[in-house]
């Protein structure tokens, strides 16, 4: 949490933005997000997901959260590794809809 609110003072950003922490796969934990954050813009989440045992629990909880404030967005990026399902496997399972924006990071 210290280094996210670090790097959002260091880009000097015209808009509020606030930071906090979520434990991925708990309810009670989705409710005090929202308690202190009732109505995000925008959820981001830059390449968390190293493992796939991270995936259910990480898309159950952004599916609670979505579902909860159907006006926010969620801005993903992943880097699949290994053989791992693709994450789009447990967006389906979550009920989740997704656009990929870069498939090939050569095309960036």
């Given at each position: ?14 808009c509020t ?44 909880t952004l ?46």
């Amino acid at each position: 949490e210290a280094i996210c609110k670090r790097n959002v003072a260091a880009s000097n950003m015209s808009c509020t933005v606030e930071v906090g922490p979520l434990a991925w796969g708990c309810s009670a934990a989705v409710e005090h997000v929202l308690a202190t954050f009732p109505d995000p813009d925008i959820i981001l989440a830059s390449d968390c997901l190293f493992e796939e045992s991270l995936f259910d629990p990480f898309c159950f909880t952004l599916s609670l959260l979505l579902r909860t404030t159907p006006a926010t967005h969620a801005v993903i990026t992943y880097h699949r590794r290994n053989n791992t399902h693709p994450l789009d496997y447990f967006f389906e399972k979550w009920s989740l809809a997704c656009t990929t924006l870069h498939n090939d990071p050569c095309s960036l």
